[in-house]
């Protein structure tokens, strides 16, 4: 199961208490990993194992005692003798706080979705126990499209390249692929543009599709993208596998690993 953060190697180890629960691991790992070792999942979006914490969502914020505020899990490290909770009611507010503005600028048609069952931004609105939202839908992306307004801010999907589909309507610009580009494929071809509400993950530079960057098409981003924005081709088309095999690519010596479906 993910963790949340990488492992992390170190000769030294240290103590904490997570939930009431003692555990002990390397210097340097992430309250969230701890978290995970002491068998108590925190809520995530953009933290996975498999690039570094990033700490944009906030969904897994904790309480940790003698620490002002409600500090990320993801990029908080471990110290002896921490004692952390995860589960208070303020934790919980501000969690459903948090899903409430995603899923307020979030499409809405799970049921047709081609990762649906399969997403993480559903499995956590069920996780924080979100049942409704507040909020008037956002002026972004896919909610201006379904009223059929024209909006500035409209992307369509970029479906160049031939192996996956980008639908920026569904991105909660977690970096997760940005940072899965940069340090498991050591390619730049993502980035995000803008600032805020208006920030946004963009393939090259502006006016570039993902065909046309630096992209190798290698697949690291769709592997780490917990929403249907980044998503095969073969998933639209039939739907998420039951099993997922992993193999070796044949083609050259290299010995690149990727999913058989
Ligand atoms: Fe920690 Fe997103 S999972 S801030």
């Not at 914020?61 to 002896?80: H, L």
């Not at 921490?82 to 948090?98: E, F, L, N, S």
């Amino acid at each position: 199961r993910d963790m949340g953060t990488p492992a992390v190697k170190s000769g030294t180890t240290v103590n904490l208490t997570v939930d009431g629960i003692k555990v002990r691991v390397p210097a340097g790992t992430s309250v969230m990993r701890a978290a995970a070792e002491a068998g108590i999942s925190v809520p995530k979006l953009c933290a996975t194992d498999h690039v570094s914490a990033f700490g944009s969502c906030r969904l897994c914020v904790v309480q940790i005692d003698g620490m002002r505020g409600t500090p990320a899990s993801c990029t908080t490290p471990v110290a002896e003798g921490m004692v952390v909770h995860t589960q208070t009611d303020d934790i919980a507010r501000i969690r459903k706080g948090v899903m409430e503005l995603y899923i307020s600028d979030h499409p809405l048609d799970c049921l047709t979705c081609a990762a649906n069952g399969d997403c993480e931004l559903q499995d956590m609105a069920g996780a924080v126990g979100l049942r409704e939202v507040r909020f008037d839908p956002g002026a972004n992306h896919f909610n201006a499209r379904e009223a059929g307004a024209p909006n500035p801010e409209y992307r369509p999907k970029d479906q160049s390249n031939p192996y996956f589909t980008f639908d920026p309507a569904k991105c909660i610009v977690c970096s997760r692929c940005v940072r899965a580009c940069e340090e498991v494929q050591g390619t730049f071809a993502l980035t995000i543009e803008g600032r805020g509400f208006d920030s946004r993950v963009s393939a090259g530079m502006a006016g570039d599709d993902f065909l046309s960057s630096d992209c190798v098409s290698c697949g690291a981003c769709v592997q780490v993208c917990p929403t249907a924005t980044l998503i095969e081709n073969k998933v639209i088309e039939i739907g998420t596998p039951e099993h997922i095999v992993k193999t070796t690519c044949a083609y050259c010596g290299v010995g690149c690993s990727f999913d058989a479906h």
